[in-house]
T-cell receptor, first 115, second 110 residues
Framework: DSGVTQTPKHLITATGQRVTLRCSPRSGDLSVYWYQQSLDQGLQFLIQ???????AKGNILERFSAQQFPDLHSELNLSSLELGDSALYFC??????????????FGPGTRLTVL | AQRVTQPEKLLSVFKGAPVELKCNYS??????LFWYVQYSRQRLQLLLRHISRESIKGFTADLNKGETSFHLKKPFAQEEDSAMYYC????????????FGKGTMLLVSP
């Protein structure tokens, strides 16, 4: 499958813990986007990386951080987890320039449950 | 700040009936508008974008700048159209990020 992949599919953890979500973009795509989907807030943009560099920031908490590695995969780190962080976290990738819209291709998501 | 509003959480219609999924946006510039769809057990995927002005799976959407709307329409709904539909906006100002609405679940009954 040459589409966007995300691991793990499900993650259950406790409050105060730290987790790392991983995303591998489509082959050749340089941009990676992270989104959080919750029942009350809907699908919210968190952060974008382009070819290893942070390009845009959305509603990302200070407890959250991300990076994109030289092989273009990306990781989203969530720390000091709270119950309200329980959500579906999507990664998307797109080719080309980050300065105009390219179609974004979404991964299947990681469902995070904080108990 | 940009915002996308989809006033209906759920829209239920019968097969063959016309469908209109509403989307309103607020943005100070000239954005690009999109409709994304998520079928059951599938990934979120692009349905159509306003600049392409094409019909996909019988759906069309017209950007009305005066009313700041981008409603999605289909004259005759099919059962396979049942899905979650998201309206999204991308600022036409050097960024390719998306701001999504909260989505409308379309249920088409036989």
């Amino acid at each position: 499958d040459s589409g966007v992949t995300q691991t793990p599919k499900h993650l259950i953890t406790a409050t105060g813990q730290r987790v790392t979500l991983r995303c591998s973009p489509r082959s050749g795509d340089l941009s990676v986007y992270w989104y959080q989907q919750s029942l009350d807030q809907g699908l919210q943009f968190l952060i974008q990386y382009y070819n290893g560099e942070e390009r845009a920031k959305g509603n990302i908490l200070e407890r959250f951080s991300a990076q994109q590695f030289p092989d273009l995969h990306s990781e989203l780190n969530l720390s000091s987890l709270e119950l309200g962080d329980s959500a579906l976290y999507f990664c998307a990738s797109s080719p080309g320039s980050p300065t105009y819209y390219n179609e974004q291709f979404f991964g299947p998501g990681t469902r995070l449950t904080v108990l | 700040a940009q915002r996308v509003t989809q006033p209906e959480k759920l829209l239920s219609v019968f097969k063959g009936a016309p469908v209109e999924l509403k989307c309103n946006y607020s943005y100070s510039g000239s954005p690009e508008l999109f409709w994304y769809v998520q079928y059951s057990r599938q990934r979120l995927q692009l349905l159509l974008r306003h600049i392409s002005r094409e019909s996909i799976k019988g759906f069309t959407a017209d950007l009305n700048k005066g009313e700041t709307s981008f409603h999605l329409k289909k004259p005759f709904a099919q059962e396979e159209d049942s899905a979650m539909y998201y309206c999204a906006l991308s600022p036409n100002s050097g960024y390719s990020t998306l701001t999504f609405g909260k989505g409308t679940m379309l249920l088409v009954s036989p």
